[in-house]
């Protein structure tokens, strides 16, 4: 269970913004390049301004673990990707 981009997140970072965190969109890969460390650190630290599947454009955070366990996923975002539209990080298999 992971925010990463990985197969089983259909290869995008799983992110959330405030001020409500109430929804887990869809990072393209191609947005922070998970092999690149300092990237990834600076994207953990501060977030990263990026459009997600959906279009919405805003600053985003990296999830925490309950937030990518219990956070419903961006029905725009489900629907971009053509996955079922659920509860958590795409890996977690719901
Ligand atoms: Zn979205």
Known sequence: ????????NHDHW???T???YDA???LPRAVVDPKNADAVEE???AGIQAAV??????T???AGIFSRLGL???DGCCDQLGIPRGTGTPDNGR
């Open 1 to 8: 269970m992971t925010a990463q981009p990985t197969a089983e």
């Open 60 to 62: 985003w955070q990296w």
């Open 43 to 45: 994207f953990r630290n």
């Open 14 to 16: 799983w992110v959330y």
């Open 24 to 26: 887990l969109h869809a």
């Open 72 to 74: 419903p996923r961006c």
């Open 18 to 20: 405030g001020p409500n």
């Open 53 to 58: 599947a959906c279009s919405a454009t805003d």
